[in-house]
T-cell receptor, first 112, second 113 residues
Framework: AQSVSQHNHHVILSEAASLELGCNYS??????LFWYVQYPGQHLQLLLK??????LVKGIKGFEAEFIKSKFSFNLRKPSVQWSDTAEYFC??????????FGAGTILRVKS | NAGVTQTPKFQVLKTGQSMTLQCAQD?????MSWYRQDPGMGLRLIHY???????DQGEVPNGYNVSRSTTEDFPLRLLSAAPSQTSVYFC????????????FGSGTRLTVV
């Protein structure tokens, strides 16, 4: 079964700093990859997804992610974070049977 | 469209009580799943369904039952609540193509005392 590793559990940044959150999945082949965001007290919302084509995927709110097949990675980036980006971010992969497997999450706190 | 609707939003149970968490979707999605979210552990799959009448276990199924009598509804039953089941529970649905991903409900925060 697939597993997902997120490298940092807590990240603290100042406003306008650049963000990169790491995500690795366990094995290759055709993969569908996702980043979800959970703002405090809210449910999960889809930030972006990759299923084929251009490995650089752009999502909502200025986020992007790069799929690197050789590294089994799907890192999330944002050039300049805002206080409103404070949230928990989850990387996820679809595995056999259309089951969605999540990483442990990264809590991002942006200091204003 | 309402999307995925979960009820209740909050619940407190005593150890040993039973209850059902409700989940309904109005998008005609074939796939539905139940997850629990615990700090530092992400979301873990409890049970899932690939269509009406078909369910299967996920990563952490013990202490939970599900059924899928209709496409729309996918209730999660706690048979005899334990403090270890204190968690936030999310229901999600998908049309079935991997790239479509899942849409999540707003969650149920359950406390077992």
């Amino acid at each position: 079964a697939q597993s997902v590793s997120q490298h940092n559990h807590h990240v603290i940044l100042s406003e306008a700093a650049s963000l990169e959150l790491g995500c690795n999945y366990s094995y290759g082949g055709t993969v569908n990859l996702f980043w979800y965001v959970q703002y405090p007290g809210q449910h999960l919302q889809l930030l972006l997804k990759y299923f084929s084509g251009d490995p650089l995927v752009k999502g909502i709110k200025g986020f992007e992610a790069e799929f690197i097949k050789s590294k089994f990675s799907f890192n999330l980036r944002k050039p300049s974070v805002q206080w409103s980006d404070t949230a928990e971010y989850f990387c996820a992969v679809i595995e056999y049977g259309n089951k969605l497997v999540f990483g442990a999450g990264t809590i991002l706190r942006v200091k204003s | 469209n309402a999307g995925v609707t979960q009820t209740p939003k909050f619940q407190v149970l005593k150890t040993g009580q039973s209850m059902t968490l409700q989940c309904a979707q109005d998008m005609n999605h074939e796939y539905m799943s139940w997850y629990r979210q615990d700090p530092g552990m992400g979301l873990r799959l409890i049970h899932y369904s690939v269509g009406a009448g078909i369910t299967d276990q996920g990563e952490v199924p013990n202490g939970y039952n599900v059924s899928r009598s209709t496409t729309e509804d996918f209730p999660l039953r706690l048979l005899s609540a334990a403090p270890s089941q204190t968690s936030v529970y999310f229901c999600a649905s998908s049309p079935g193509q991997g790239a479509a991903g899942y849409t999540f409900g707003s969650g149920t925060r359950l406390t077992v005392v």
